[in-house]
């Protein structure tokens, strides 16, 4: 389920709380994220990428200029500050490289206090993210979520422990210098065959609704895995919400979201507070109205869990009631399966014991329509494994009872012969198979004209 290019931005906003409550969302946050968190604009701490190259040249006393210019990308300055520093202190390039990052790794030593960390970690916990990447050096994510929280190398698995948020430093980590990513040179590493982060990339993000804030889709990572989730895994059917979200801060927002050339659905807002507040309301209603209605839900599977004996009389004699009953299943099958499957059981068991009296044959054509019902109401390709069996089992049982012959049940012959062509393809092979694999003999005579 992906948001249609002409989305509102009412729309955009349900799908990230819908994935919040699904269980899908992921946050790819960038260094925006935390000069949001960490500025107040009188004393701005936090560093963009590029501050931080300046700052990293005041260091190493380099003229920026004389290693930056039109054009060229920041990998690419990192490598030829790298390089200067190198000649001129005649040293090797590696060591070099080793003094930048430790440089790096002490100027992102940042962390939020204790009202950055209320507001925003209040944000981050409301969203309830299944995952969080992040491409920024520093722990100010993992300061605002302490208690649920653990932190993730770049050569670690981006692995999702119950009820705790991996962070993912997909460019290392400030606390080990030698991960951080930021020369031209570490960037060619990571598009090496088979390298773990070019392939759990794009598949994260094809399985989730990724929110990206903090950062545009410069960083070619980010860009190659958008580009494989849409193009390379581009096969499957999307029957859970998923679509990737940029939330991008401009001076003058639209209010309208729109898709950016690279497919990705961009949602504008003077500041990231604001767009938390905004979001924040949302999740809200959605979760309580998600509530009310699983209360719902829960009482109605209440009842077919623990059904009085004058419902499974309803459920096998009104045949709108128990229809209702299955299209609730269809849409809802994890809510209610146990509780149909309990009534289900029942229904059947009256059947048969409507069955015992001599010439009870009308009870035969009960438990028939009930079985078809199923058949034809319900996916047999999405029906439940125990339920597969429950219905099968007993179709193979009444079927012993229909026929037009004399001692048989000729109302459940005239429901099958004016049902049969109700059943579907895929349900009739099925059946078959079944019938071939369980040695359900009754079964398959029933359907060999079929």
Known sequence: MVLGNNAKRKEVLDLIAESSSFGNLGLFVGAGFTKAVMNDGWDDIALSWGELLIEVCNKLKIDFNDVSGEGI?????????????????????????DNLKSIVSELTSWYPNEDQRRIYGYYL??????????????????????????TLGPDEQLIMPRNLIPVYHLHGIRTN???IIITQEDYVSLFRPNEYRQVKLPLTIKESTTLILG??????????????????????????????????RVENPQKKPYRDINGVMVIETSDLSDFFDELSAVVRDNREGERIFREELEKQNATLLNPSDEYVRVFVDESEVRKGVLELLKKFEKFFIAGFMEILAKGIELTWVRARPKGAFYAYNENLIIVLDILTILDIKKMPPALIEMVTSNFNKVAAYVSDRIGYSHAAYRTWIA????????????????ARAQGYTRLKFLLRDL
Do not use: H
């Open 73 to 97: 990308s920041y990998p690419d300055i990192a490598t030829n500050i790298c390089r200067k520093y190198a000649v001129e202190n005649e040293i090797k390039y590696e060591k070099a490289q």
């Open 125 to 150: 916990n409301n969203l309830e993210p299944n995952w969080i990447i992040t491409t920024n050096y520093d722990f100010v994510i993992e300061s605002l979520l302490p208690e649920n929280s653990f």
């Open 419 to 434: 049902r049969k062509s109700e059943l579907d393809v895929d349900t009739i092979k099925e059946l078959r198979s079944i």
């Open 177 to 179: 210098s030698k991960s």
């Open 215 to 248: 950062y545009g889709l410069g960083d070619i990572n980010v860009m190659t895995a958008v580009d494989w989730s849409a193009n390379v895994f581009s096969n499957g059917t999307n029957n859970y919400p998923r679509d990737i979200v940029q939330v991008v």
